[in-house]
């Protein structure tokens, strides 16, 4: 049943998962962190998926899918994250299971494929994926797994990503479970970490959580701690091996960017091993900033403390010229952001108020209630907040909210182009560095570049409102015939533009914006 929400028309069933801005201090009326709704085509991925984008930058490890060759299709290798090294996680293998497999079982198929591709690749660890084909006949992964790791005398590890199962937050802590598996214990026992105390090590160290090294976004991050005198020992999982995972229990302090997908395993280590976590952001100056202090300021060393400063006058005057640029070029528009976890939204939401920016529609597809509350107080009034959106509604949110950018994921690229919205890619698809102060002038420049471009002074947006049509024929809108003989406005006749893409169907309607 279809009734108005008073934002967007949806499923009754999806109205409470779409509101405003709440005033501080009241709750949001916000339904989320559910299972997506059948029928509803959410944008939120499985949990096979959510695991993969945590494991797949390991780049020495083999990944081996147990289920039919289309789940091995969502793989690392056609994104954006950078190895330095050995990039063995560039291939996707698979157990390509059949029907024949679905009856008999597919194990001895799994233990096969494990001896095949460890006599091959020589791995240092190897992470064998289960589907939804396997939940749903039984096999025995962990027996497998078990059996092949004594035989290999490497860690086999079974990652327990059925896709029917949950959501993509499930996927993470099925991934993190697998990555407790090979931190180990560090060789001197120390009973509590502190700050400032740093038993038997030269240099305080950390580690980064939850940072993938998109398009080689750790490299612009981590010179920055090496400045302050602090040593990264590992970055899970972006351009993380085998052996920097097994000493991350080695660390002082544990630096979480993606919340979602680490605050588990930071936790775990945190019990484990008694390494606190501080949850961080490396996107925008404002979130640098902070980041730098707060690590600054656990340590609790005053030279320390003095070395951030520098590093962070040096480089915002360094950048700041051209943000300024930026900024009086975009200042004033209008973005949209949908992304998967709640922490890159609530970075963005600064990183657009640098640049003179206002966010007019934000959303996300595992966020939890505290975050959509915090999401809540840092956005203007109006501001409309959704949780795992489909494409209709995100569509028409575009329209209603009248916006210059929307910035997103690859598969909402395409609803924003035919909408004539401007686009920016902030997920792991990018080949683009987006952290670090060099990250954000790229953003900067990505903005600009998008909402500038004068391919949209050709291109005028379109809502999805049927009624639109019959007042355009009350008005008596002359109509020309398209070369697949669909109506369309008069208006676009002369454009130099191909008329199959600007030419309405009979559900749509043009509306003259620009």
Request: charged share 25%.
């Amino acid at each position: 049943m279809i009734e108005k929400t008073g934002i967007v028309d949806t499923l009754e069933e999806r109205q409470p998962y779409i509101t405003r801005k709440q005033e501080k201090g009241q709750v949001i009326p916000l339904a989320c962190d559910n299972n997506s709704l059948a029928g509803a085509i959410s944008q939120r991925a499985c949990v096979y998926s959510g695991a993969r984008v945590v494991l797949n930058p390991v780049t020495d490890a083999v990944h081996l899918v147990h289920g039919p060759i289309g789940c091995a299709g969502y793989t690392w290798d056609i994104r954006g994250a950078k190895s330095s090294g050995i990039e063995t996680n560039r291939s996707s293998f698979s157990t390509d299971m059949k029907e024949i497999d679905v009856v008999f079982g597919g194990e001895k198929k799994l233990s096969n494929a494990i001896d095949e591709l460890v006599g091959i690749y020589h791995p240092p660890v190897v992470f064998v994926y289960s589907t939804c084909i396997v939940g749903i006949i039984g096999d025995d992964l962990d027996s497998v797994c078990k059996t092949a790791s004594k035989k290999h005398n490497i860690p086999v590890l079974p990652v327990k990503s059925e896709g029917f199962k949950g959501n993509k937050s499930d996927g993470y802590k099925a991934a993190c479970d697998a990555l407790k598996q090979l931190i180990k214990k560090p060789e001197k026992k120390v009973a509590e970490k502190k700050p400032g105390v740093n038993p038997g090590f030269k240099k305080p160290r950390i580690n980064i959580l939850g940072d993938f090294n998109v398009a080689g976004d750790v490299w612009l991050v981590k010179p920055l701690f090496e400045q302050m005198g602090i040593e990264v020992i590992v970055s899970m999982t972006g351009d993380s091996t085998a052996k920097s995972i097994s000493r991350a229990a080695e660390a002082d302090l544990n630096l979480v960017q993606c919340s979602g997908s680490m605050t588990y395993l930071a936790k775990w280590m945190q019990q484990e091993y008694g390494i606190p976590y501080l949850t961080v952001s490396f996107f925008g100056i404002e979130d640098i900033s902070i980041a730098l202090r707060k690590t600054a300021e656990y340590f609790g060393s005053e030279e320390m403390k003095n070395q951030a400063e520098e590093i962070l006058k040096a480089e915002t005057d360094r950048i700041m010229p051209e943000i300024s640029r930026v900024r009086e070029r975009v200042k004033g528009k209008k973005a949209a952001i949908y992304m998967g976890g709640p922490a890159k939204a609530l970075t963005l939401i600064k990183g657009f108020s640098e640049l003179g920016m206002e966010v007019v529609i934000i959303g996300t597809q595992t966020g939890k209630k505290e975050d959509y509350e915090q999401i809540s107080y840092s956005v203007r009034d109006g501001t409309v907040i959704v949780d795992d959106a489909n494409p209709l509604e995100l569509a028409e949110l575009l329209v209603k909210q009248k916006t210059d950018l929307m910035v997103a994921g690859v598969k909402e690229r395409f609803i924003a182009y035919k909408l004539g919205v401007a686009f920016c890619d902030f997920n792991h698809d990018r080949v683009v560095e987006f952290e670090g102060f060099d990250g954000f002038v790229n953003f900067a420049r990505e903005v600009d570049a998008s909402i500038n471009s004068p391919v949209w002074k050709a291109v005028r947006q379109r809502t999805l409102k049927p009624e639109a049509v019959e007042s355009e024929k009350a008005a008596g809108k002359e109509n020309i015939e398209n070369i697949s003989g669909k109506p369309c406005a008069k208006e676009y006749k002369d454009m130099a533009v191909d008329p199959e893409f600007l030419c309405h169907n009979q559900d749509a309607a043009v509306e003259s914006q620009v």
